[in-house]
């Protein structure tokens, strides 16, 4: 019998016995959409704690490297050497970090200010998200006049419209009075209001006396992290900067493997749910099988061999369990689909991936497994039977 034969032949066994199978494979879609949605939501609850740190700290690996020294003498000595040094190993994705203290008029009156000098490589350090304009560019450095990127609460503070902000000029004071230019608002993930500048423009001699704070940030791969922090080190170690300290931002492996363990039990409750349903397929092959035992010895009579039996009572099984399993990753799909609807407090709706395949393909995977295993046995009694003694009967 060909691949369409045996489909027909388990659609007219299911039809024949619809609540009969029904009943029976109601634990398996409770079993694979349970299982389904404890790998969906790990996955998912993964990929978008991974964006909020990414956003918020840094890319996996990202070091803060920072010193106990003043910030003028950190910046005149100290980060020349940090930037040869990671030059020198290849860590392209860093950018500077300066912070000096400003105050901005705005629509909503004059405020102080938190103004971060950065290079335009900080959105490669960290996940930022650009919601209006742009964010700054290389040649924004040579402007006379700098260029602002808000944050979202900086925005919400200085009382502007995301679609109107853009394009305005800002009074700005660092050490002198000036004006700025904002070019875009970003999602930074800070609940503090921010104002991005190229930090070039903090480096000049009229504001480079205003610098409160100078670290440096880099992104490298995961593996390396411990390895250049020491190099690092040891290398202004040796040149006589022994006050230099070095700090890992990221902790998005600390949250998966956390997730993983939770994962892994909730998945272990699942698969209590579908063992049961498993007996109750088991139990219908084994019915179908004593119902059927005519059938299957005219069958062999008439020349269709054990194997052939074996096929379409395993084929049968399989029809059922995965016909379930489609439907229980159905259920746990629009579960999913839910989530931003009942996370949007929590979680930014935009950090949250779409249903994850490989959600689905462990759900069939499993619906397939139970299939196979259910039907082995019926499958084996159903060849086992006695051709004459079961036409006699």
Known sequence: MNARGLLAAAFDEIAAYRLRTAISVLSIVIGVATLTLIVALGDIGRAATQAVIEREAGRAATLELSSERPPSQFISTILPRILQ???RYG???RSVMLTAPARATFDAGTQPVAAYGVDPSLDQVRRLRVLAGRWLEV????????VIVLNRPMLAAAGLALDDAVGQRVPLAITTPGT????GVIDDGQRDGRVYMSSAFLLRPNTASAIAGATVVV???????????GRVISDLGHAGEGR????RLDGAEDFSSIVTTLQLVLSAIAAISLVS??????NLGLVTVRHRAREFAIRRSFGASAQEVFVLVLAESLVTTTLAGVLGIALAGLATAALPVFSSAIIDPADLPPFPITAA????AVAVTVGLAAGAIPAARATQLSIIETIRS
Not at 277 to 282: A, Y
């Open 85 to 87: 040094r990671l030059d």
């Open 91 to 93: 860590a392209v994705h």
């Open 139 to 146: 040649g924004d450095s040579k402007l006379y006049a700098p």
């Open 180 to 183: 700025a230019r904002i070019i």
């Open 219 to 229: 992104t490298i791969d995961p593996f390396d992290a411990d390895l250049l922090a």
């Open 244 to 247: 230099l300290r070095v700090e």
């Open 277 to 282: 349903g498993s007996l109750g397929i088991l």
């Open 361 to 364: 393909i462990a759900g069939l």
